[in-house]
């Protein structure tokens, strides 16, 4: 849109002219930051019909019953009121045994456990409780979106370490040495990653941790997906040498559980981050959602066997969607954890967002482009295999239509059988 253009009946002068005197009230942090890039596919989606989506991030099952039920009845039982600030003492200690049985990581239940509103809580009060305003954060990227939006919004200064599809997504300790000023303070980290799939090697791990102890930083290491593995085990960065007294740990219920309107994760770190944590968090939050902390807390007691059947289904998933885009020639990198594929479009010609609103316009099947997770995202596109079977064999026959459509690849036998 520019200047002089009318948008229905509205002059886009006018539209501009009003935002400016809206904006004068604002901060300029607010007033600069970036809308998120995942949204507007979904406003544009949500307007079609007939619209296949592997845009969403989020788990397709629902929260297990026993899960459910515990939630219902703790309101039953009458549990309607704040909890403790910290979050109830059995869900902290749930969450202590858990880490300490899956890590043999030892995190003190009284203050070294903070039960948040859903790790994006516990990503903005990590970054707040680091930063004062200019300071910088090394933040790993193609990334979960929030990431960059949260540091600016925490007074922080996002400074992006870009990872390749040639290098597996690897960060690497030089990557990050290079970007380290005087006023870097934190080191941001989410493996497995979401957009890529992609889980950090050791080798990799360990020169993440050989910088931080060198350039004497903190790690904020962002694990939600960390039960998603395939193929692979998970890696707490608090259980390489050093790095537990310098590292916070963040996860929570939402993926692993299939809990993401319960609004339940988790901070495990030294207290001195916990207690600097929790003392923003009594004044915002008061505590997280009750009807959740109870549902947690049988999650976390006797989900094991629910965590599998969906780990499981998603590796299902993962395979049928990784062999469709390799098979339709958009090479895919191999994602070995969360539930997110990555595969490369250069070989169409187009740019991701190019990509993604024509194949939305023609095909209606809704991918997001890999630049909504930061620069070295562009000629990728984000697929979430965490939706049914019969939608991905769907996605990916409305992808071979366009991408015959297209002159990219010949029509297959198969496609010229069917309608
Ligand atoms: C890497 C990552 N971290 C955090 C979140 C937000 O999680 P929560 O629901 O616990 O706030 C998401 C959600 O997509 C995510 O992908």
């Known amino acids: 849109m520019k200047p002089g253009q009318s948008y229905g009946n509205v002059e886009i002068e006018a539209i501009v002219e009003e935002i400016k005197l809206m904006n004068r009230y604002l901060s300029k942090t607010v007033v600069n930051l970036r809308p998120s890039g995942i949204r507007r596919y979904f406003d544009i989606a949500a307007t079609m019909a007939d619209v296949v989506t592997l845009g969403i991030g989020e788990p397709d099952f629902v929260t297990p019953s026993r899960i459910v039920a515990a939630g219902q009845q703790s309101l039953s039982d009458g ?32 203050n070294e456990v903070l039960v948040t509103v859903g790790v994006s809580e516990a990503l903005f009060l990590a970054l707040k409780v680091l930063l004062d305003p200019g300071d910088e954060v090394l933040v790993v ?4 979106v929030a990431n960059p939006a949260l540091v600016e919004t925490a007074g922080g200064i996002p400074v992006m370490a870009p990872t390749s599809a ?17 006023r870097t303070k934190a080191i941001l980290l989410s493996y497995p990653s979401n957009p890529t799939g992609a889980i950090l090697t050791r080798e990799h791990l360990l020169q993440v941790a050989a910088v ?7 790690v904020i290491s962002d694990e939600i997906y960390e039960r998603l593995v395939y193929d692979a085990e998970h890696i707490n960065f608090a259980t390489l ?54 549902a947690a807390l049988e999650a976390v007691r006797h989900g094991e066997d629910d965590v599998e059947m969906m780990r499981q289904s998603y590796d299902r998933r993962r395979r049928l969607i990784v062999d469709g885009f390799n098979r339709l020639g958009l090479t895919c990198f191999e994602p070995r954890g969360a539930f ?44 979430s295999y965490a939706t049914g079977e019969d939608t991905i064999r769907e996605a990916l026959r409305r992808l071979e239509r366009f991408l015959v459509s297209r002159g990219v690849i010949a029509p297959s036998a ?6």
């Open 414 to 419: 198969e496609a010229m059988l069917s309608p």
């Open 166 to 182: 040639a290098n597996d997504f690897q960060v690497t300790g030089d990557a990050l040495e290079a970007r380290i000023t005087t």
């Open 79 to 110: 549990h309607t009121g704040y909890t403790s600030n910290a979050g109830i003492y059995e869900l902290r200690l749930g969450i202590a045994n858990l880490i300490e049985k899956r890590y043999g990581l030892r995190y003190a239940p009284e």
């Open 212 to 218: 931080a102890e060198a350039r004497d930083l903190v």
């Open 141 to 144: 990227e193609p990334c979960f």
């Open 340 to 383: 997110y594929a990555f595969p490369s479009i250069a070989n169409t010609g187009m740019d991701d967002e190019t990509f993604c609103e024509e194949l939305l316009e023609t095909e209606r099947l809704a991918l997001i482009p890999g630049r909504a997770f930061g620069a070295s995202g562009r000629g990728f596109v984000r697929a």
């Open 241 to 294: 040498p050093g790095m537990r007294e310098r590292t916070i740990v963040l996860s929570g219920m939402s993926k692993s559980y299939a809990m993401t309107g319960w609004r339940i994760g988790y901070v495990t770190a030294p207290r001195d981050f916990t207690e600097a944590m929790y003392k923003i968090h009594q004044y915002l939050i008061m505590s997280a959602p009750t009807m959740g902390q109870h």
